[in-house]
């Protein structure tokens, strides 16, 4: 299904290329001194991140002729044949380093603690917040590394409650939510996997939620269906990771759909966008040039093994919600931006999100055909408009009769992202209230889904205020205007999830991420950029 000649650059020879001099090749304008001695290299258009906002910048750049070079704080994450052991396995006892961003411990709630990691640059990070945490990707390719695919589009009457009026929900359903289904190119979970074994909890899943009334399906979802299949079907070649619920901190079967196979190859493939993996941008300066970056280039271990400064003309801010937000508080804190709009760092939002979780679903759990683990991805999903709140399956490496469901709601309030000088970090305050409604909304569901079919509630330490979903803090049309030009500050850009409105309702954001960042890239390029250089 995805093309491979999208798959960028091999470890070994990007590293080469890096040696050669990647900079001037990349950047076309070369290096040269500065001040204090230390050299500081010159490009015209800078990304920071390569998830979805700036891999979708980067392709869309390089389709009108520019150059760009992205820098990702992560590594390469590439699957060459299905099944190399390149990511974590997510199953209790068997979690390694490479599933966490230099901390000792793995970010997902419910997984019991294991032993202490040695640090390293893994594929999530968790961010500590007052009343909530955040968890969120690192590696090329961003949030496609980590998700489960799901492709939802929120209803146009909850879009348009919390969306600027300015963003046309038919232009969005017309033309930006279609592009970028083009080219993740979806599918959804055939007969053929739901009917087995492995896939007992999707199944019963869909059939109790429909028991209980809610209108259940299985979701449009960037994964390689077929590719999943031979995982099953030549489980002697290939190691079996989907099949066990093991695909959230990666999957060696190559079925996710993830960046590299996608905008970001084919972003690489034009030879006019060069990425730079573990280049941790650090802190934004105001430049007469444009915009002055110092960047940690660290090893696997996250130590840093030199330190450079590039000086861009024009600079895209996508790392993420929780990061974006976090490298414009600090740079602002620390001078480099000091006239940066009040608004940056207020409107976050945590989609709604809580994790619930049934046992007990059936009266005798072999015999339905639940085992010792639950096949993923996470596809399906139960709508509740009436109490403004979907639900997903989540499957899991669990054991019985037991259910994972994440429910998406409304927040009716909004947190605000911090930088914490003392810690050296970036944190976010938020209060429950801000989105009790969704809680108790999917309290509810939970609830009738028991009353209907039997079944208990049970905690599994999910049940904690948590979000895989951070969204806002540079809001359209707060503090940025509606394309995430950044007020008062000249070529210099916001594309990724902080440009949403903390929500993306009763829907996971990836696929509304992506088109708002095509809808605002294609205006920056033809406003902005004029002719190809
Ligand atoms: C476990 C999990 C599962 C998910 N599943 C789904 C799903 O099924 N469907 C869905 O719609 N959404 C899902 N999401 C959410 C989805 O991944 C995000 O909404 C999406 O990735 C956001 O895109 P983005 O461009 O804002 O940022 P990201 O995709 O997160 O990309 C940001 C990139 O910037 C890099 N970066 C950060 N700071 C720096 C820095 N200072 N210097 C250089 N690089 C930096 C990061 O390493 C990262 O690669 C999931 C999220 C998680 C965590």
Known sequence: MYPRAYLPLNRRTFVRTAALGAAAVGAGLGTSGCEGGASSERVETLILGSGFGGSITALRLAQ???????????????VETPGQDVFSSMRPGEVDNRSTWLAEQQPLPGIPPGRRFQLYTGVLEKIYGNGIDIVCAAGVGGGSLVYSGMMVQPPR?????????????????????PMVRAMMNPGTLPDELLMRPEWTATRVFLQQAEAAGYDAQRLLCAFDFEAAAREVAEMDAIPQMLALGSY????????????????????????????????????????????SVVVHEINEMGEIIAEKEIIARRLFVSCGTANTNGILLRSKAENGLPDLPEEIGSGFGNNGQHIKARTRVVPDAAAAGFGATQAGPACTMLFDPDNR?????????????????????????????????????????????????????????????????????????????????????????????????????????????????GVTPLSNPFWTVSANAERCIETIVREDFGASV
Not at 64 to 78: K, P, Q, S
């Open 64 to 78: 009108a002729g520019h150059r760009t070079v992205i820098l990702e704080r992560g590594r390469r994450w590439t």
């Open 389 to 501: 709140i979907a639900m997903e399956n989540g499957p899991a490496p669990i054991a019985g009769a037991t259910l994972i469901g994440t429910g998406q709601g409304i927040p009716s309030g909004r947190g605000r992202f911090r930088w914490d000088a003392a810690m050296g970090k970036v944190t976010v305050d938020w209060e429950a209230s801000y989105d009790a409604q969704a809680a108790e909304a999917a309290t509810n569901i939970i609830t009738r889904l028991n009353e209907v079919n039997g079944g208990e509630v049970t905690s599994l330490g999910l049940d904690v205020s948590i979000t895989f979903h951070p969204l806002g803090g540079c809001v359209l049309g707060q503090g940025v205007d509606m394309f995430g030009r950044v007020n008062g500050h000249e070529n210099l850009y916001v594309i990724d999830g902080s440009l949403l409105p």
């Open 248 to 291: 959230i901190f990666g999957l060696n079967s190559g079925a996710k759909g993830t960046l590299d196979k996608t905008y970001l190859g084919m972003a690489e493939a034009t030879g006019l966008c060069e990425v730079r993996p573990l280049h941790w941008a650090q802190v934004i300066r105001q430049h007469a040039e444009g915009y």
């Open 157 to 177: 009457d909850f879009f348009e409650e919390v969306f600027p009026d300015e963003i046309s929900y038919d232009d969005m359903d017309t033309r930006w939510y």
